[in-house]
């Protein structure tokens, strides 16, 4: 695997970070994207965007699932469907629940437990469509998702499942939580909770019947907002309880798949100790790439062309070397 040098003017966490979301791309290699809608329980679907070669099954396929607050159009998520689509695979980039627009599509809110979810893609992919390769990807939240799926199949994993790969997963939600209130990452933590209240107004407006805005004006923190909304909506206790049965921590260990996690060490809210648990590095199973810099979900390396995304390259390499 290629190391992962940083952009020279990028060696800064937050500087990274940022620059990465911002940063000016163009997919001219990737096709317009045909709608697909997955249908995950009674009166849930989920909005995907196909991108099939001319023979889809003759390829193995990549199915992408994106971060908080992110969808289907975030750049990691057409960076990583442009460059598998140029090397043969299928590629399919899902929104979560009420993402990209969906919100008609359910009535109930997202949450990091959801790994359910997947767990109904994967299974309509295979006997719907009868991909006979298919691999599964996700970014912080949803690279907690697929993380979550994997364990909790474990050995009962279909072999059409070939493997898994998560770009600095939120996999111990309650230490992330703590890490986005550290004053360091006010900017990330506003970001987040400002979002989420919007999501939530607007799914408020779509079922008022359903959902109340009493007290959201009050709520300041990620850690608030999912003690007062995600977790009683999501039939969890509270936030600890949700922060407890919500993280792949949990199931990382039962993992039977190959898979592969990228990290870096200066992720502002993903803590690195979360990875040293004996779950991700007593796995055999389980690949762990840590790096010096990187920021969260950034990896702006020094090189051009379809290497300065870094993460993104490797995560396709991960996928094709799978194949072999």
Partial sequence: MNPFEPHRSLRNKHIMTVAATYW?????????????FFEVEPGTKLLGHCHWQAEPKEHATIVLVHGLEGSSDSGYMLGIAEKAYRVGFNAIRLNQRNCGGSEKLTA????????????????????????????????????????????????????QLRGVAAVCPSLDLAACADALELPTNFFYHRHFVVGLKRRYRRKAQQLPETYSLAGLARIRSLRQFDNIITAPR???????????????????????????????????????????????????????????????????????????????????????????
Wanted: aromatic content about 10%.
């Fill in 24 to 36: 000016r791309r163009n997919f001219p290699h990737l096709p317009l994207g045909i709608d697909r």
């Fill in 108 to 159: 109930t809110l997202y949450n990091s437990g959801l790994s359910g979810d997947y767990h109904a893609v994967l299974h309509e992919l295979i006997t719907r469509d009868a991909l006979p390769d298919l691999f599964f990807c996700g970014y912080s939240m949803g690279g907690n998702l697929v993380l979550k799926m994997a364990g909790e199949l474990g050995a009962a994993a279909p072999r």
């Fill in 234 to 324: 999501s039939g969890y206790r509270d936030a600890v309880d949700y922060y407890d049965r919500a993280s792949a921590i949990r199931v990382a260990g039962q993992i039977r798949v190959p898979t592969l996690i990228i990290t870096a060490k200066d992720d502002p809210f993903v803590p690195v100790n979360s990875f040293t648990d004996p779950a991700i590095t007593g796995n055999r199973n389980i690949q762990l790439v840590t790096t010096e810099h990187g920021g969260h979900c950034a990896f702006v390396s020094r090189t051009n062309g379809p290497e300065r995304f870094w993460a993104e390259a490797r995560v396709v390499e991960f996928c094709r070397k799978q194949l072999r």
